[in-house]
């Protein structure tokens, strides 16, 4: 009798939706949610000055119910170095001990450089950090298209330079089994159609696109995000999107629509900016979007 009574009361449990971590929801129509990560940069000015060690940061993030750190390399000793083994070992062993994936790392490079040596250094920044993510456990690198407009070179010829390194550095990194991932960033490329461009045009499936949807300024942002999920591998998901006149609230209920009709079911790192204590601004964003989880 007491197996058929849970029986009933889990299955009720499982076709109402429930959120087990918080970080993660199954819907009555069987679809995956995505998995819930903290933006390690909502800690930038923290983590850099001291304030805050990387052990608070994932005892927040689990506390919080998130299910993995997004960690940006900057926040690692040594940073642009990669430093020895045992640092590596040591971060990945917290986050494992606080029940968190490190769900990804990243570095802050620029591949519009004129000068091919310096974007050869640029690239090697990005390999070094690779073979660094394999020793975090993460599965991908996060990188920049860049930000210089190089007098005397066109448009497209830079493009093309960044559209080559990202095809470098996407083969060295199937070798390891990390995927590159391009995060558009209010740079050198912000168009939706030049996004979508690189993304068809390098041809390697160890390259993805981490999604940041304050980085789409439109009439329309939310059209842009739906134009590329499609090549969506993470996110970088904020309070704020960008329109034609500037910042604006995020529609969470706008944008959980659109993810869950995409069945978008990987890593959604979250990211809060500005001013405020980054603790409450980052509980209330994960608030907001469970809440609007369907």
């Known amino acids: 009798m007491q197996r058929r009574i849970f029986l009933k009361t889990s299955s009720l449990a499982f076709l109402s939706g429930y959120v087990k971590p918080a970080g993660r929801k199954i819907n009555v129509d069987g679809k995956i949610g995505p998995a819930l990560c903290l933006n390690a940069y909502s800690f930038n000015r923290m983590l850099l000055n001291g304030e805050m060690s990387l052990k608070?940061?994932?005892l927040f993030a689990a506390q919080t119910g998130f299910m993995g750190v997004?960690?940006?390399?900057?926040?690692?000793?040594g940073y642009p170095e990669v430093p020895e083994d045992k640092i590596l070992f040591n971060i990945k062993r917290m986050a494992f001990r606080h029940g968190?994936?490190?769900?990804g790392t990243g570095v802050r490079n620029d591949f519009t450089l004129a000068d091919p040596e310096k974007r050869a250094k640029e690239i090697n920044l990005v390999k070094n950090w690779i073979i660094a993510a394999t020793k975090l456990g993460a599965p991908y690198v996060r990188v920049f298209a860049g930000r210089e407009s190089p007098q005397g070179h066109t448009r497209d010829e830079i493009k093309s330079w960044v559209i080559e390194a990202f095809q470098e550095c996407a083969?060295?990194?199937s070798s390891?089994?990390?995927m590159v991932t391009f995060q558009?960033?209010?740079?050198f490329i912000v168009a939706t159609e030049d996004i979508i461009d690189i993304m068809e045009n390098v041809n390697s499936?160890?390259?993805?696109?981490?999604l940041d949807i304050g980085s789409l300024p439109s009439t329309d942002p939310y059209r842009e995000i739906e134009k590329l999920i499609p090549y969506a591998v993470t996110w970088q998901v904020k309070e704020h999107v960008k329109t034609n006149d500037g910042n604006i609230p995020t529609d969470f209920g706008k944008l959980m629509k659109i993810v869950h009709e995409q069945n978008y079911q990987g890593f959604f790192p979250l990211e809060?900016?500005?001013?405020?204590?980054?603790?409450?601004?980052?509980?209330?964003?994960?608030?907001?979007?469970?809440?609007?989880m369907i």
């Open 70 to 77: 997004d960690l940006t390399a900057y926040y690692i000793p």
């Open 205 to 210: 499936e160890w390259f993805g696109l981490m």
């Open 272 to 292: 809060t900016l500005g001013e405020g204590d980054p603790r409450k601004k980052v509980q209330a964003l994960f608030k907001q979007v469970t809440e609007n």
């Open 176 to 178: 390891y089994g990390v």
């Open 184 to 187: 558009n960033h209010n740079d």
């Open 100 to 103: 968190l994936a490190i769900t």
């Open 56 to 58: 608070e940061l994932f």
């Open 171 to 173: 083969d060295f990194a």
